[in-house]
């Protein structure tokens, strides 16, 4: 059974830090990547990083604050979130692509497997 699993959310005041863990379990995966969704607005790409770690790709508003990585010999995932704005609250989800190709996967219809979601909240 395929399941993705995040930890790692919870509050922290403007210009904190949070680190975002997510493992899969089930068969491995390619591309991986993070999206959120505030209350009342659509989920949106916040990044991705393809199976080697190599290649990632990252959302405007996130640039230069969040790192992603990965560990395949754990099956998980990694999302550093620093300099943290209130803006960035919202419910974060991983996301899973069993496909080898990449293509900068920024789209939810890309991802074959989400997880549950976690929240992050930054206070001001």
């Known amino acids: ?8 959310g919870g509050l922290v005041q403007a210009g904190g830090s949070l680190r975002l863990s997510c493992t899969a379990s089930g ?3 390619y591309a991986m990547g993070w999206f959120r969704q505030a209350p009342g607005k ?3 790409f916040v990044i991705v990083i393809d199976w080697s770690g190599v290649s990632t790709y990252y959302a405007e508003s996130v640039k230069g604050r ?6 395949n010999a754990k099956n998980a995932v990694y999302l550093q979130m620093n300099n943290l704005k ?12 069993k ?10 219809d890309e991802y074959d497997y989400w997880g549950q979601g976690t929240q992050v909240t930054v206070s001001s």
């Open 42 to 44: 659509e989920r949106e």
């Open 1 to 8: 059974q395929v399941q993705l699993v995040e930890s790692g």
């Open 27 to 29: 068969r491995p995966f």
């Open 66 to 71: 969040f790192t992603i990585s990965r560990d």
């Open 99 to 108: 496909s080898p190709l990449w293509t900068l996967q920024r789209r939810p």
């Open 86 to 97: 209130p803006e960035d609250t919202a419910v974060y989800y991983c996301a899973a692509n």
